[in-house]
Nanobody
Framework: QVQLVESGGGLVQPGGSLRLSCAAS????????MGWFRQAPGKEREFVATISWSGGLTYYADSVKGRFTISRDNAKNTMYLQMNSLKPEDTAVYYCARRNPGSSYSTQRTTDYAYWGQGTQVTVSS
């Protein structure tokens, strides 16, 4: 069992930066691939980025590539999402989740992830 808690969201101006954190409890975090998703009002939850258990392999949605960086610190049981050059269209609730064992590293399907956190709101507005 893994419990996930996101933090770090807030209100930021266009062009600004935020760093989200996902704190995990449970012994399986360091051996699990993880991911970030987001959901804007009235839209489906969409994939943002994923990272392998070791941190050596990452994959991003085209919409955030070059602006967002996913990372993790297994010693702290925490995953991060550094978001730079934020745009109004990045406004959403951001969720972290554990990728199911055996699923492809490039999968963007929510059904390939489990143990979702409660989410943290990110609002990009002037």
């Amino acid at each position: 069992q893994v419990q996930l808690v996101e933090s770090g969201g807030g209100l930021v101006q266009p062009g600004g930066s935020l760093r989200l954190s996902c704190a995990a409890s449970g012994r399986s975090f360091s051996s699990s691939a993880m991911g970030w998703f987001r959901q804007a009002p009235g839209k489906e939850r969409e994939f943002v980025a994923t990272i392998s258990w070791s941190g050596g392999l990452t994959y991003y949605a085209d919409s955030v590539k070059g602006r967002f960086t996913i990372s993790r610190d297994n010693a702290k049981n925490t995953m991060y999402l550094q978001m730079n050059s934020l745009k109004p269209e990045d406004t959403a609730v951001y969720y972290c989740a554990r990728r199911n064992p055996g699923s492809s590293y490039s999968t963007q399907r929510t059904t390939d992830y489990a143990y979702w956190g409660q989410g943290t709101q990110v609002t990009v507005s002037s």
